[in-house]
């Protein structure tokens, strides 16, 4: 079902470990120019693009690009109670969570009437996809808007694939959701034509382009990601989900199979992995694994994933081994299921977001943990992070010199601007020097 790959007795570094590494058969760049076609014809030509683009790809034209206000109330009345009073819990969680992500202001005192001010300004106007596809994802709705406010953006335009089940219409859990968390500019379009929408705008509609967008989706919204990338800011660019789960002879192998098999039930592309010193406990984590995805109810496509290129067992000789095979793959989601967490913590350095020990499974952060679930695939997280208030924040620097903090400095800087050949420069300050 899965196949192992045994690095004991193989000197293990990041950079040969970056050759054996499992991995999704998705290259974004092969979607780029199908992608940059799908933006071009939104820009160009707006409503009617979207409109061709859902019949072809959803199957339904939505009847109108904005969803109707009174059609997010509605969607809250059909709220069953036990999901309202979930997605409550996760929002007061997300944005408990997400506050400490906001910096403080900061004034550095260089000299007497020289300082410099730091402040975190939030861009204006931000662009959230949410994905429709194999699920409905009432959670990307809170992961998506609730940094967005808590970094202090005014203004939310929120895009979703159109549903064939529901007239053209968005889901209407989304629409809940969207409704609870105060956003009521809401869209059905999807896939790459929605990017290109959220980053030049659709005028006819009454949607204003934005600053920044972000959210999950497949192949070809993250390629119209980055055909847009420039003309608006956008968080990684994510693929298809990953796990990876370290763990040694003290984990449980009914937990670890669970877990691979959650984030398998994603979408067959999904990549899970094991990491372990411990091939007793591979043994019995493939047994699991044949036992525990004959019982779910997306048994092919969690087959699928599991046997795919993107997911494997690896065995190495030792945690040091374990982290350099983990840190290299640079994986969306890990599992620390050793002996102990914290010790094994101390040796990652990239992933998207780390779970420690067994009561800390990937599906708690996807819902309820309180952190952020929209994280960097593909390897991102050697250099990227996850979604948070950061995203939607820039810092500025505020130079504030009296005149004689500007004289203190007004040779030094003369100097500077002489070896770079730039007089004016320099006469630019020498003309406020005191008399």
């Not at 999704?24 to 760049?29: F, G, L, N, Q, R």
């Not at 640079?330 to 050793?338: K, R, V």
């Not at 050949?421 to 020097?433: F, S, Y």
């Given at each position: 079902m899965?196949?192992?790959?045994?690095?004991?007795?193989?000197?293990?570094?990041?950079?040969?470990?970056?050759?054996?590494?499992?991995?999704?058969?998705?290259?974004?760049?092969?979607?780029?120019e199908a992608a940059r076609a799908l933006v071009e014809e939104v820009r160009a030509e707006g409503e009617a693009a979207l409109a061709r683009q859902a019949e072809r790809f959803d199957g339904v034209a939505p009847p109108q690009l904005r969803v109707p206000e009174d059609a997010l109330d509605a969607a809250v009345q059909t709220l069953p109670a036990d999901l309202a009073d979930a997605i409550g819990l996760a929002i007061q969680r997300v944005r408990a969570a997400t506050a400490a992500q906001v910096p403080p202001a900061a004034e550095t005192v260089l000299a007497d009437g020289a300082r410099v001010l730091q402040r975190w300004q939030p861009v204006s106007r931000v662009g959230l996809y949410v994905p429709g596809g194999k699920a409905v994802y009432p959670s990307s709705v809170i992961m998506n808007v609730v940094p967005a406010q808590v970094a202090g953006v005014g203004s939310i335009a929120l895009a979703s694939p159109p549903q064939r089940a529901f007239s053209g219409s968005v889901h209407p859990t989304i629409l809940a959701v969207a409704r609870l968390l105060g956003v009521d500019e809401v869209y059905a379009m999807g896939g790459a034509g929605a990017i290109g929408a959220l980053a030049y705008g659709v005028p006819s509609a009454g949607l204003r382009r934005v600053d920044?967008?972000?959210?999950?989706?497949?192949?070809?919204?993250?390629?119209?990601?980055?055909?847009?990338?420039?003309?608006?800011?956008?968080?990684?660019?994510?693929?298809?989900?990953?796990?990876?789960?370290?763990?040694?002879?003290?984990?449980?192998?009914?937990?670890?199979?669970?877990?691979?098999?959650?984030?398998?039930?994603?979408?067959?592309?999904?990549?899970?992995?094991?990491?372990?010193?411990?091939?007793?406990?591979?043994?019995?984590?493939?047994?699991?694994?044949?036992?525990?995805?004959?019982?779910?109810?997306?048994?092919?496509?969690?087959?699928?994933?599991?046997?795919?290129?993107?997911?494997?067992?690896?065995?190495?000789?030792?945690?040091?081994?374990?982290?350099?095979?983990?840190?290299?793959?640079?994986?969306?989601?890990?599992?620390?299921?050793?002996?102990?967490?914290?010790?094994?913590?101390?040796?990652?350095?990239?992933?998207?977001?780390?779970?420690?020990?067994?009561?800390?499974?990937?599906?708690?952060?996807?819902?309820?943990?309180?952190?952020?679930?929209?994280?960097?695939?593909?390897?991102?997280?050697?250099?990227?992070?996850?979604?948070?208030?950061?995203?939607?924040?820039?810092?500025?620097?505020?130079?504030?010199?009296?005149?004689?903090?500007?004289?203190?400095?007004?040779d030094a800087l003369v100097a500077f601007a002489q070896a770079e050949?730039?007089?004016?420069?320099?006469?630019?300050?020498?003309?406020?020097?005191l008399s």
């Open positions: 899965i196949q192992t790959i045994d690095l004991r007795g193989t000197p293990v570094t990041e950079e040969a470990a970056a050759r054996w590494l499992p991995r999704a058969e998705v290259d974004v760049a092969h979607a780029m920044v967008v972000t959210g999950p989706g497949n192949v070809y919204v993250a390629a119209a990601k980055r055909v847009v990338h420039g003309v608006v800011g956008i968080d990684a660019e994510a693929g298809p989900t990953e796990i990876v789960v370290i763990a040694d002879s003290s984990a449980d192998a009914r937990l670890v199979a669970a877990d691979l098999i959650s984030q398998a039930e994603h979408d067959d592309q999904a990549a899970s992995v094991l990491i372990t010193t411990d091939a007793s406990l591979a043994e019995r984590v493939v047994a699991e694994l044949a036992e525990q995805a004959g019982r779910t109810r997306h048994r092919e496509r969690v087959s699928t994933a599991l046997a795919g290129p993107q997911s494997a067992i690896v065995l190495v000789d030792d945690e040091a081994a374990a982290a350099a095979v983990s840190n290299a793959y640079g994986p969306e989601h890990l599992e620390l299921q050793t002996v102990d967490p914290d010790a094994t913590l101390s040796l990652i350095t990239n992933a998207g977001a780390i779970f420690l020990g067994r009561h800390a499974p990937v599906s708690l952060g996807d819902y309820l943990a309180g952190s952020n679930h929209v994280l960097p695939t593909g390897g991102q997280a050697r250099f990227a992070a996850g979604l948070s208030a950061a995203t939607f924040l820039r810092p500025q620097q505020i130079i504030d010199y009296d005149p004689a903090a500007l004289d203190s400095v007004t050949g730039l007089p004016a420069h320099g006469d630019a300050a020498l003309a406020r020097r």
